[in-house]
Structure formats: structure tokens, C-alpha cells
């Protein structure tokens, strides 16, 4: 939803309150009780509930994830030059949406995971604007959980029929049971590489504007 439909609908709401404040006398009547009560209930409801749904759509977008200035070097390294970085590759390769390549991968994040999920999404928000966090290694609240991968992989041949994934029935089953995880020692452990960007190869997009985007 645009967010000036919502500024528009908050300034006709402005409007009667004006009215009704300058014509208390308006309000004795039953149009202007009507009037009262979609001014400072109905409207401001349906602006903060069309509000919430366009921000909540705005937060999948991977820039917006990137306004945190603590996530740059994971933003620069979905350009790294490596087909081996599970990131990289899947941004690179348009395997996930780019405009929503951090929320395809971590669909339980903050504002969209449980309720200790959203309490650490408002302590980040907290640390952002006050408590300026300085560079550092980032680490996952808990282990991966391989759901986020198979939401887009499981079926697809090249998975289900994968060498490595069916020499042993266990292993697909335990990959799917989430026993076993995708990004465990030995099977796609590299997934963001933040370390030494300044000596890494990056791919350089069609358009450029991308990479400054990161930076």
C-alpha cells in the first residue's frame, strides 16, 4: 500500500477532528457523532493496520536489511567472487530473489520469527540507533534450521537425486529431519565469507549500481 494513500487517509482524519473541534456543537448531532468516531477510531485503525502490513513488506527487502550498518560486509559479500559461498552463489545466480535475498534464507528472523524472535528484532533496533555497534563476526541465536533450504529445494532433482545426498538413504532422510544440517562441517559450510573483502574478487552485476548499493 503507497505510503501516501495512508498520509491521506490521516490528513482527511486531521480534517474532522479540526471540524469538530472548532464545531463542538456538531458533534451533539448524529452525523457528527459518526463523524467522531470514524475520525479518531476508524481511520487511524485502518491507517496504522495498512501501515504495519506495507512496512512488514518493506523489512523482506535486502536493502532494508542492509540499513544496518553492521550487516554491510555481509551485504558485500553477495558479490563475492566465489561459487563456492552458498550466499554468493544463490544471490549471484538469481537461485533467491535478489530484492529479498535475506529474508528468503532467514524466514524466521525478528519481526517474522516467535515471540523471542520479534524481543531480539526490538533489542537490534535498540543497539542500531543508541548503542552504535561496532564491526564484528555475527553469529546465529540458534542453529540453522535446514527448512530454509528445503522451501525451495526439496523436490528439485538436482537436490533429490543429488550423488552425495542419496549414497545413503539416512542421510537424505536426516537432511529432511533436519538431523543432519545443510551447512554442517563437510557439506555447504561456507556461506558468508565477511573476511578480508578488500583482497576478494567481486562479481561486478549488469548494473553497477548494485554493488554501490552494499557498500
Not at 526439496?154 to 549414497?167: I, K, N, P, Y
Not at 555447504?188 to 578480508?196: A, F, I, S
Request: net charge neutral.
Amino acid at each position: 500500500m503507497p505510503t501516501g494513500f495512508v498520509l491521506g487517509l490521516l490528513g482527511i482524519a486531521a480534517i474532522f477532528v479540526v471540524l469538530l473541534v472548532f464545531r463542538a456543537d456538531a458533534a451533539a448531532a448524529r452525523g457528527g457523532r459518526i463523524m467522531a468516531f470514524v475520525a479518531i477510531l476508524v481511520l487511524p485503525a485502518f491507517c496504522g493496520v495498512l501501515g504495519f502490513e506495507n512496512h512488514m513488506e518493506h523489512a523482506k527487502q535486502t536493502q532494508f536489511c542492509l540499513t544496518c550498518h553492521i550487516m554491510g560486509t555481509h551485504g558485500q559479500s553477495l558479490y563475492v567472487d566465489d561459487k563456492n559461498l552458498i550466499a554468493a552463489a544463490h544471490f549471484q545466480n538469481s537461485r533467491v530473489p535478489r530484492d529479498m535475498a535475506c529474508f528468503t534464507c532467514h524466514t524466521d528472523y525478528t519481526m517474522y520469527g516467535n515471540i523471542n524472535a520479534k524481543m531480539r528484532g526490538l533489542h537490534h533496533i535498540y543497539a542500531q540507533y543508541f548503542e552504535h555497534p561496532q564491526e564484528a563476526t555475527l553469529h546465529l541465536y540458534k542453529p540453522y534450521n535446514n527448512r530454509e533450504c528445503l522451501h525451495c529445494h526439496e523436490g528439485a532433482r538436482s537436490f533429490e537425486e543429488g550423488v552425495v545426498h542419496t549414497a545413503d538413504p539416512q542421510v537424505m532422510a536426516d537432511i529432511k529431519s533436519n538431523k543432519l544440517s545443510c551447512i554442517s562441517s563437510g557439506c555447504h559450510d561456507m556461506v558468508h565469507d565477511t573476511k578480508d573483502l578488500n583482497k576478494k574478487k567481486f562479481w561486478k552485476p549488469p548494473v553497477a549500481a548494485n554493488m554501490e548499493k552494499t557498500q
